[in-house]
């Protein structure tokens, strides 16, 4: 169990703080991820890809827990990334807001949507995955997935500072 939770600390876990927005809420989803994976290993099916079916457990915990909060959509984490050392003061606030459109953007997506991007982007999943973990067709994941970039290309592109054609 030890080299499993070593194998998907840092991309479970970042998925996690996507989806619940709350560093202390993912840790606790972490947690009962591996705890809930632990007490059904003897349904796990060994022909198949082990992240899908951790990635489904993850996504129930985090929705369960979620729910008992009262909350249906995911929060934006505290912060940003961690700024250059000396940046221009305008330069930092440019870009907080541009990180800040783009989480929102994300938050705001259909939550299919919104959990085939956190899967993709923080999770590390290939569509196979992706879909085997949504116990969806693989298509239908990557449907999903244009579908959420159309959504989001005009925030990036203001984000960038580009014009969206």
């Not at 060994?46 to 129930?60: E, G, Q, T, V």
């Not at 912060?79 to 994300?106: F, K």
Request: proline share 7%; glycine share 4%.
């Amino acid at each position: 169990m030890t080299r499993l939770v070593g194998r998907y600390e840092r991309p479970l876990y970042a998925f996690l703080a996507k989806r619940c927005g709350d560093a202390q809420l993912a840790e606790d989803c972490f947690q009962e991820t591996f705890l809930r994976a632990w007490r059904s290993r003897a349904r796990f099916d060994r022909d198949r890809p082990l992240a899908p079916w951790l990635y489904r457990i993850a996504m129930n915990v985090a929705r369960e827990a979620m729910s008992r909060r009262g909350r249906d959509r995911a929060l934006p984490l505290e912060g940003d990334p961690a700024p250059d050392p000396a940046p221009d003061p305008a330069e930092h606030a440019s870009r907080h807001d541009a990180h800040a459109r783009v989480r929102d953007g994300i938050a705001a997506l259909p939550e299919d949507e919104r959990t085939v991007v956190e899967l993709r982007l923080f999770g590390g999943l290939s569509f196979v995955e992706i879909a085997e973990a949504m116990r969806t067709p693989v298509t239908t994941a990557r449907s999903r997935m244009v579908y959420a970039i159309r959504k989001l290309r005009p925030l990036l592109a203001a984000a960038l500072g580009e014009e969206t054609a």
